[in-house]
């Protein structure tokens, strides 16, 4: 007996990956976000199944992720909070580009959402870059 919660939106897992998957296509090129990434990512299939996995568990519930996003982002070193505005501009380019326009809006207000999770969690506010 299964009391799984239904979908934050219906979206399937393959919608998912294809986002992803042309995310981190675009990510590799832009001349900002692509070396932080670079810097991090070694194995960008592995990367991008992890990413995936986060998306199913925030979206479909899966619970097929385990990780920290929190503590990734802040060990990382090099990551800083506005750099989160750049990707989630990057981000919702893509899910309009893939996705039909209510999903596509679901799917920016939660990233919208967990984003600024993210940049509160990392103590940076909505001012500039700081470094060092």
Do not use: C
């Not at 296509?25 to 990367?47: N, S």
């Not at 800083?80 to 505005?85: C, D, K, L, N």
């Amino acid at each position: 007996m299964s009391n799984a919660l239904p979908p934050r939106f219906p979206i399937s897992a393959d919608q998912i990956d294809a986002v992803v998957a042309e995310f981190y296509a675009v990510i590799r090129t832009h001349p900002g976000l692509g070396p932080v990434f670079a810097a991090h990512v070694r194995d960008w299939p592995a990367h991008e199944a992890k990413i995936a996995r986060f998306w199913r568990n925030a979206i479909l519930f899966e619970r097929s992720y385990d990780g920290n996003p929190l503590m990734v982002h802040r060990n990382a070193g090099n990551v800083h909070g506005p750099m989160f505005e750049v990707w989630l501009g990057l981000f919702d380019s893509v899910l309009r580009r893939e996705l039909p326009p209510e999903l596509a809006q679901a799917w920016s207000a939660l990233a919208h959402r967990i984003g600024r999770g993210l940049r509160m969690g990392m103590g940076e506010g909505e001012g500039p870059p700081t470094f060092g």
